[in-house]
């Protein structure tokens, strides 16, 4: 494939291309009300709040603008896609360029919930639509024919009686002074080219070839670098530092303060500021820091933990309720309790935190970052610092990975405070070491289940309490009050329980935390449908027909157990000491399901075999998707086999990779995904929802095979008898 991207390389990324001359600029104006429209900037120059989506120059060069930052999600292919379909051109015909937090791009630049193809589908394609149809009516005016009888075709509009044809550059002048249409007719998705199609991501070869600019390779005239130093024991203060010996380490120019704020916790550190980053980091090596870990150093996971499985006698804050639950659990002929456990986890992305940030010209401010917030950034930095909005500027870069640890701008704030005290650009890089240490990390999370069956062995009541902190840190949470994002999904679910009450019982913690692929539905998904199976279990029943036996109405759910079903030929018997298990999860970014089978080898087992459907309404990329649901699955696999972190003394005891592992690429078994794609109203997400279901899948294989019920991740695949 033709890379039209080829441009953007080490050198030149970050150049913008000038508009050669006028043309056709065609985006979304965005009003108060939320509403969007297609609106024709062609003639409103830089002065106007604008949102160029797609501009067509005269000379034929096609630009459409990406506005979700590439995380490896496929976003720079997928977004792009959408509106290359109705213009008519393929992505090879194109320069894709990435947004940087423009306001005039609106407020949807970030990579995150795995919204950007669930949010933007329509709004993208009306975008292409509407450029395509003017271009169709700019040519028939100039042909003086009907524009019933013009067509468009690989950025040509063609007259069919008479085979003419005009280059979209050709007609870009005439067609930006064609009113825009209100509603542009979309293509039928029979006709579609490139949406639903396999094609290759064009960002894919740049990150091959070493071409593709990650936020690690900015390097800017007059760069400084910067290493921080902050105190390993979380809710630790500075006193004091001596920086006499770093000072003397070759090319340190500087040694200054800077502030981290995140999930509701400040902490000061001290950042060493060199010539190379080889020397911050020796002279951060070199430097005497005094910490008041005022009384945290005593803080540990298995303290924590006990402190959580206390809390969950509490009756917390009820998140849903339906029917009397009380009252027949308590009447119930069979009643069941169950409480499931998840510890901590990092994120790890493999391009750990930085930043390049430049004070200059008294207030105005330049980043260079790996984010999934550029919008974000825009909106809020100018407050935080002072400076008219105008004065900001992001350059959006590839992301080595994201995970959710790129949504906090912990890391980019710390780079613009050393800027400023130092008058350089300054480059700050998280070592490996600092990533996996300082989190934030995703929180642990309990779930103390109820669920009763009646003499028929049929589901009759249910209750999911989740214990655990909050995203945001506070420490004065409001306990009559059920967090939202700590039971995400819980009360969502299909199934046909008629009596429910699911609540949620706050528990403060002073180490930060955040968002994890997927949020908290990978925690609470475990819970949630590993007792679905035990249920299933205690009504003797198969837990596929259990589960079935609850989704009497027509749903997403049951379309993915029923596939599930199918393609794993459930019923066919397995081998002696082999085990088949199922889970599945919606949520607020989609929905996926898994079955997967386990064999017993030694004292632990093996993973034969794994299948995974998810249900998304419409694909863009089925190669995408097919690649999103098995990275999930490595990244559920590794939160709930490896060790996670642990804190002892205050701090994580896990530094690196060697001992806070990823799964290795022999342990990762083949994943086999099937994609729901049947159309309907509802478009979802594809980065998070291949996660949540997969541990619970490979735990209650784990019990079908050997009769060991998995209740706390992340656990021993080799020492489970």
């Not at 006028?22 to 002065?47: D, P, Q």
């Not at 024919?145 to 005439?174: D, I, N, Q």
């Not at 289940?449 to 009759?460: P, R, S, Y």
Request: neutral net charge; aromatic residues 8%; glycine residues 10%.
């Amino acid at each position: 494939m033709k890379v039209s991207t080829s441009g953007i390389d080490r050198r030149n990324f970050l150049k913008i291309t000038s508009i050669t001359g006028t043309g056709l600029i065609l985006g979304l104006g965005f009003k108060a009300n939320g509403e969007t429209t297609v609106e024709n900037f062609s003639a409103a120059g830089e002065s106007y709040e604008l949102s160029p989506f797609v501009i067509i120059e005269e000379n034929g060069q096609i630009t459409i603008f990406n506005t979700r930052p590439e995380i490896g999600q496929g976003t720079f292919q997928s977004v792009p896609a959408l509106i290359a379909e109705e213009l008519e051109v393929s992505l090879d015909q194109v320069m894709i360029k990435q947004t940087g937090g423009e306001v005039k791009y609106g407020q949807g630049q970030s990579a995150g919930g795995s919204a950007s193809i669930r949010t933007g589908y329509q709004n993208m394609r009306k975008v292409g639509a509407a450029a395509r149809t003017m271009l169709i009516l700019a040519a028939s005016e100039q042909w003086k024919v009907p524009a019933a009888e013009c067509y468009a075709a690989s950025a040509k509009v063609f007259h069919r009686p008479s085979g003419k044809s005009l280059t979209y550059g050709e007609l870009a002048a005439t067609a930006s002074k064609q009113e825009v249409p209100k509603n542009p007719v979309l293509k039928d998705p029979k006709d579609f080219k490139i949406i639903g199609k396999n094609s290759p991501r064009p960002d894919i070869p740049l990150k091959v070839n070493g071409k593709a600019i990650f936020g690690i390779d900015v390097s800017v005239p007059g760069m400084v670098y910067a290493s921080i130093e902050r105190c390993p024991v979380f809710g630790a203060k500075l006193v004091s530092f001596d920086a006499t010996s770093t000072k003397n380490v070759k090319g340190v120019i500087a040694v200054e303060t800077c502030t981290r704020e995140i999930s509701g916790q400040k902490s000061e550190g001290v950042a060493v500021i060199a010539e190379t980053y080889w020397s911050a980091v020796q002279g951060r090596k070199a430097l005497k820091v005094k910490w008041d870990f005022q009384g945290n150093e005593n803080f540990n996971s298995a303290a924590y933990d006990q402190e959580l499985r206390d809390a969950a006698k509490e009756e917390g804050a009820v998140q849903h309720s339906q029917g009397d639950f009380d009252k027949t659990f308590a009447e119930a002929a069979v009643k069941l309790e169950a409480l499931y456990e998840t510890g901590v986890v990092s994120h790890s992305p493999i391009e750990p935190m930085n930043c390049v940030a430049s004070w200059h010209d008294g207030n105005h401010l330049e980043i260079w970052a790996s984010t999934q917030v550029p919008g974000g950034i825009v909106r809020d930095f100018p407050k935080a610092y002072d400076i008219p909005p105008e004065n900001i500027k992001v350059n959006t870069l590839f992301n080595g990975g994201g995970f959710g640890r790129r949504l906090y701008t912990d890391f980019i704030h710390e780079a613009v405070q050393l800027t400023k005290k130092v008058g350089k650009p300054v480059k700050a890089i998280w070592t490996r070491e600092d990533d996996t240490r300082m989190g934030p990390f995703r929180p642990m999370t309990f779930s103390a289940m109820k669920g009763a069956l009646n003499a028929d062995g049929k589901a009759i009541a249910f209750q999911h309490k989740v214990i655990s902190p909050t995203l945001d840190g506070k420490k004065d949470y409001d306990k009559t009050k059920a967090d939202r994002s700590m039971t995400e999904g819980i009360s969502e679910q299909k199934y046909e329980i008629e009596h429910m009450k699911n609540s949620y019982v706050h528990h403060y913690l002073h180490v930060p935390v955040a968002a994890w692929r997927a949020v908290t539905s990978g925690t609470l998904a475990f819970a949630h449908e590993c007792f679905i199976d035990e249920l299933a279990v205690q009504a003797k029943q198969d837990p596929m027909a259990f589960r079935l036996g609850m989704l009497t109405k027509d749903s997403d759910t049951k379309n993915i157990l029923l596939k599930l079903k199918e393609v794993s030929n459930w019923d066919k018997s397995l081998p002696a000491g082999w085990g088949r298990g199922v889970a599945q999860y919606e949520f607020f970014a989609g929905q996926a399901g898994y079955v997967i089978e386990v064999s017993k080898k030694g004292t632990g087992i093996k993973i034969e075999k794994v299948i995974a459907v998810i249900d998304l309404g419409t694909v863009v990329n089925p190669d995408t998707v097919e690649a999103q649901v098995q990275g999930a699955a490595v990244m559920a696999l590794t939160a709930a086999t490896k060790n996670g972190v642990i804190f002892e003394k205050g701090q994580s005891v896990q530094t690196n990779f060697h001992n806070n592992p990823l799964v290795r690429i022999n342990e990762m078994p083949k994943v086999e995904v099937h994609i729901l794609a049947n159309g309907g109203p509802k478009i979802k997400g594809v980065g998070e929802p291949g996660l949540p279901s997969f541990t619970p899948a490979l735990c209650n294989a784990i019990y079908a095979a050997i009769g060991k019920r998995i209740r706390r991740i992340p656990f021993d695949i080799n020492k489970i008898v």
